[in-house]
């Protein structure tokens, strides 16, 4: 098939991957335009538009696809390439009613989350933050709306009890690129289905902010775990030690409970295990000074030993 990719992070890049090799024509990729990055401000180009030059596939990166210069010039490129499907996977721009009714079959768009929950930009991040047992991934119809266009196929895994933003964000993808492939083989066979998606189970998720990132201690242990893996590894929840900003990227719940100490006390200084407002305790596994490098906590304290009963804020 014909088929016009749109995509920028990582996350969209084993998408692109799949569908160049299992042998569809990629007419063209359309991406986010180079951004500036580092402390140099360097102009980077987006992880798809990487993978597509490595292949020769043509990129476009039009500023905006609703109005302007570059919107009737990508529609116009889009008319003439006319593909059969346009596969979609972490764009990161809305596409117009013109896009969405140009391919010959449709518009498919790959989500990370199943749908209806979790619709938006961060859908990875708050099924943690949400504290969520089962996710997945979603092909759908596009439609205008935010991911609210009719189900495809969907997939469904179990978030890992310690499990990150960002190692689901790795398997997710892998998966998304799985399902694209299976629901493009689908189109291929006739053998598609539409299921519209049920209103009242529909749930929103936003982009995440800093000031999201302050730990409240006293809050539960499961709830502050959560909100470290969902936050990790960006923005990252974050704590004041000694007056001093900590970054804390990982965590374990334990079995230890410490009643009548206040929250945010340090119980054990040997694994940085740390008190909780309902009495259980959390340890911190992967930690960041102020302007100090990511480090596995036992490395951490090894330059930075933290006093028992040190209490963080």
Request: hydrophobic content about 35%; charged content about 25%.
């Amino acid at each position: 098939m014909n088929i016009v990719f749109m995509g920028t992070p990582d996350f969209a890049v084993p998408s692109l991957k799949a569908l160049i090799d299992s042998g569809e024509n990629v007419q063209a990729v359309f991406t986010q335009p180079d951004k500036p990055k580092g402390r140099g401000y360097k102009l980077t180009p987006p992880p798809v538009k990487e993978l597509a030059l490595k292949y020769n596939i043509p990129v476009y990166q039009p500023v905006s696809l609703k109005k302007g210069d570059d919107a009737e010039a990508s529609l116009k490129v889009l008319k003439e390439l006319s593909p059969d499907i346009i596969a979609v996977t972490a764009y990161g721009k809305i596409l117009p009613k013109e896009i969405l009714e140009l391919p010959e079959y449709m518009c498919i768009n790959v989500h990370a989350s199943l749908l209806p929950k979790y619709r938006g930009a961060a859908p990875i991040q708050w099924s943690i933050l949400n504290g969520e047992r089962i996710t997945g991934v979603t092909t759908q119809l596009m439609a205008e709306g935010i991911d609210t266009g009719d189900i495809l196929l969907s997939s469904s895994v179990e978030i890992g009890e310690n499990e990150t933003t960002s190692e689901l964000h790795d398997r997710l993808s892998v998966m998304g690129a799985e399902l694209l492939i299976k629901t493009i083989d689908s189109v291929k066979n006739n053998t598609i289905t539409c299921t519209a998606q049920n209103e009242e189970l529909s749930s929103y998720a936003p982009m995440l902010t800093k000031d999201m990132c302050p730990i409240d201690f006293s809050d539960t242990a499961e709830n502050i775990h959560n909100k470290i893996r969902g936050l990790s590894a960006f923005p990252c929840a974050a704590a004041v030690l000694d007056g001093k900003r900590i970054k804390i990227y990982g965590s374990e719940l334990t079995d230890k409970r410490a009643e009548g100490i206040p929250c945010g006390t340090v119980v054990n200084p040997s694994n940085f295990t740390v008190v909780c407002g309902d009495g259980r305790c959390i340890r911190f596994t992967e930690i960041q000074a102020e302007g100090g490098k990511r480090l596995k906590t036992e490395d951490y304290l090894r330059g930075k030993p933290v006093a028992e009963g040190t209490v963080l804020h």
